[in-house]
């Protein structure tokens, strides 16, 4: 069963930082990019930042660009979104997400998804 589940989401004041860690089972982690999404209520879902299977190349929007960091660690199955300097605008559900493209990707280049986990941000 493939299976992605995100963790380290919270309530944080504007600000402050948080890290976002993602598990990952059930299929060929260092064969896919990962990428971490958000959707806030109201908004479509967009890209935040993604990173590729094995080289360690790295997009991020602009918005998120000097903020966050994306890493992941293919021994442990593992990806991680650092956010930093958080904003009350990026408030959100943030997924991680496995799929084929690292390059500012589009939904559909991924497959899995986790459920998602929420960031508050207090102004």
């Known amino acids: 069963e493939v299976r992605l589940v995100e963790s380290g989401g919270g309530l944080v004041q504007a600000g402050g930082s948080l890290r976002l860690s993602c598990a990952a089972s059930?299929?060929?982690?260092?064969?896919?990019?990962i990428g971490w999404f958000r959707q806030a209520p109201g908004k479509e879902r967009e890209v935040v930042s993604c990173?590729?299977?094995?080289?360690?190349?790295?997009y991020y929007a602009d918005s998120m660009k000097g903020r966050f960091t994306v890493s992941r660690d293919n021994a442990k199955n593992m990806a991680y979104l650092q956010m930093g300097s958080l904003r009350p605008e990026d408030t959100a559900v943030y997924y991680c997400?496995?799929?084929?493209?690292?390059?500012?990707?589009?939904?559909?280049?991924?497959?899995?998804w986790g459920q998602g986990t929420q960031v508050t941000v207090s102004s």
């Open positions: 059930g299929f060929p982690f260092d064969q896919y990019a």
């Open positions: 997400a496995a799929g084929s493209a690292w390059y500012a990707p589009k939904d559909y280049e991924y497959y899995y």
């Open positions: 990173i590729s299977r094995t080289d360690g190349s790295t």
